[in-house]
């Protein structure tokens, strides 16, 4: 074969690495999809056995505070595997980090897909709980909608590269503090060191959220044109109100909420109720706020 032709069937310097043939699977997507969603299932059910056998403090909540235990667990295992996906695409010299708008790699398929599994997850949760317990928080639902659709339209739209999804997943990062935060108040070691060390940790992870925000405008900004030409609109509409909402109402509230809770431990997801402290109680605000916070 001549040389020339041989070299035409090449692809052009700037075209983007392609993922291994498994990705561009529909099969393969759904099962991955799949296992996320077991996954995260197993990791809730895990949760509910182990505390019901371990912990005197699960034993005595009510069902809800149950469900919310155990969704707190299940979103720290999340949160670790996001808040590795995310610091390995800042650290890592990748083709993401090459080609922020189209890059992909076998490895942040894997992520992507295994996410959507599990907001998939928390969606069912979310409205399962409702429907059980006769309530709707429709900020709640709506944080949990953005994130689904999100890496949802990430899997159909696949032209869009995984740099942003993955360093959106970083946003994880404050989930296993959260976690461990709201365990702890509950077991009435709101006024223990551990307690106060794990909520300042909690509150400095909730600055760099902020901060990673206004890394992703920066990205966004600076990659604006490559954004427009190569991501589908339905996923442009998704992106930007849902950054928006995050950097300039989402993190500050729950920064704010949570520096508060460090001066004054208040169980913010239940109506500011009162809380064990040392085996006692102590008398909180009544007025209603229920904030969520990863």
Request: glycine share 4%; net charge neutral.
């Amino acid at each position: 074969m001549d040389p020339e032709q041989q070299t035409s069937h090449l692809p052009p310097d700037d075209a983007p690495s392609q993922p291994s043939a498994e990705y561009l699977s529909w099969d393969h997507r759904l099962q991955l999809i799949g296992f996320g969603f077991a996954f995260y299932t197993a990791i809730f059910l895990l949760s509910h056995l182990l505390s019901a056998a371990l912990s005197r403090t699960y034993s005595s909540l009510l069902a809800k505070e149950k469900v919310f235990w155990n969704l707190a667990a299940t979103r720290a295992a999340f949160g670790i595997q996001s808040t590795v996906a995310g610091l390995r695409t800042l650290t890592e010299d990748s083709v993401l980090t090459r080609d922020r708008v189209r890059g992909q790699e076998d490895w942040s398929w894997f992520n992507v897909l295994t996410a959507t599994g599990f907001f998939l997850f928390e969606n069912v949760a979310l409205h399962a709980s409702n429907v059980v317990f006769r309530s709707f928080d429709l900020p709640l639902a709506t944080h949990h909608l953005f994130a689904l659709l999100g890496y949802a339209g990430a899997v159909v739209w696949d032209s869009l590269g995984h740099f942003l999804p993955m360093v959106t997943l970083l946003l994880e990062m404050s989930t296993p503090f959260t976690c461990i935060s709201w365990m702890l108040l509950k077991a009435g070691w709101a006024r223990s060191l551990f307690w106060r060390a794990n909520q300042w940790v909690m509150i400095h992870m909730f600055h760099c959220r902020m901060v990673l925000t206004y890394y992703m405008w920066y990205v966004s900004l600076t990659h604006w044109k490559e954004l427009i030409t190569h991501v589908a609109l339905p996923q442009l509409l998704l992106f930007f109100p849902g950054l928006a909402l995050l950097t300039f109402i989402l993190n500050p509230l729950w920064t704010h909420k949570k520096t508060m809770q460090l001066l004054n431990p208040v169980d913010w997801n239940f109506d500011n109720k009162q809380v064990p402290v040392n085996g006692s109680t102590q008398n909180r605000s009544a007025v209603s706020v229920k904030p969520h916070a990863n």
